[in-house]
């Protein structure tokens, strides 16, 4: 009788969570306006948030999910982290099940790619439009590789062919505004070939599409000036009619280094702070960084045991800039030295960063071998730094690069 009860209990927890999942991932799919909202154009440019949309259709293969700090959807695969982080409103949408997240992963046409416009997961927005003619496209995406950064753009129901096949090559791993079309010959996109020829002033459906799944869409701007390139977060979203909902809850600052570790599955890391400390003259600075206390030492050496697949890697060592002086960094696969390297100064009293790291290519490690990392403090002639520094990624070859390119995401003045 007690494990018929216990199995009766066991069911229903399971049923009551699938159940809130299932809801949850349908708020966040759902529309947050109306078409009772619509934006407008002013002198030439109108700018939205993707997270705008009044309607969403064609989902049954693939659909549109917003994440913010309020939610993130649970789809089937999505193997990169959240990115809300410096997205427009805090928020932004990303079009999942990912499925195809590499090259290996099947390529399923009309399910996991499209070429085809206005196929899967067709997204509406009402803009009024006071000037009509041609208005070049910009989207602001957050692109991890190769198979998550395409979309095509239509207008009242039409995909005309400069709306199709938007690309992104350049700025992995960041917020990115780009306004490309890819092309046989060029595929990387071609720029100033995105656009939408507004027939007349009025109301107007501008739409977007899916192209490929787990792509992550911020905010679009169309704009009259073929030279336009925006920068940061874009211009402000004006409306002409109706109250758009209070912005999303801001996102706390994320660590540099955990961002860079999520950027690919394939991604192996080691944070400074899971290296052994004691006896070693590092401390635990805050709840990223292994640092050295001046006062005491001037140096100080930790090992620590690589436990993942043998294999050839790019290592790029998270360094700390700080702006009393260039600490310098020596690390060691078994008593082997792969390198030293100072970072860079900084004029805040520290950063983090790609200019702050170092970068080894091509490096040969196994299972079991041990790695170690010695510190140095350095001096500006008045002040000491601390050796700060957050951790070692080991990445497959030929990543080493783009991984580092997410934002720099801490510093203090």
Known sequence: MNNIKLKFISTLIIGIFCFKSIAQNDILSRSIINDSIIFEEQDGIVAVEAEFFFKQTLAELRQWYITSKNGAPKIGRDDDAQHCYDASNNAYLEILPDERVTH????????????????????????????????????????????????????????PEHGQRMQWCQGKNQWTWESKQRTKEIHCGVPHEIYLDIPNAGIHDIQFSMREDGFEFDKFILTKDIDYVPIEKGPKVIVTHGVLPEPF????????????????????CIAAQDFHIDGTNFYKNGKNWLAINPKKYEDAKTSTVFNFESGTYDVVFVGVGEND???????????????????????????????????????????????????????????????????IVFTPVGKGESIQNASSTYYQN
């Not at 009309?110 to 910009?138: A, D, M, Q």
């Not at 100064?345 to 040969?364: D, I």
């Open 104 to 159: 290996d992963d099947q390529l399923i046409h009309g399910e996991n790619f499209t070429n085809e416009p206005g196929k899967i997961g067709v997204l509406s927005y009402k803009v009024k439009f006071n000037t009509p003619g041609r208005y070049y496209v910009w989207v602001r995406a957050f692109s991890t590789g190769g198979e998550d950064n395409g979309i095509h753009v239509g207008l009242n129901g039409t995909w």
């Open 249 to 268: 809850p801001e996102v706390k600052v994320p660590s540099y280094f955990k961002t860079i570790c999520g950027t690919s599955v394939e991604t192996r």
């Open 325 to 391: 002086g260039k600490s310098t960094f020596t690390i060691s696969i078994n008593n082997e030295k792969i390198g030293s390297y100072s970072p860079e100064l900084t004029q805040r009293l520290f950063e983090e960063g790609k200019k702050f790291n170092a970068l080894w290519k091509n490096v040969s490690i196994q299972k079991g071998d041990t790695i170690t990392v010695i510190s140095k403090i350095g001096s500006d002639g008045v002040e000491w730094t601390r050796g700060r520094w957050a951790g």
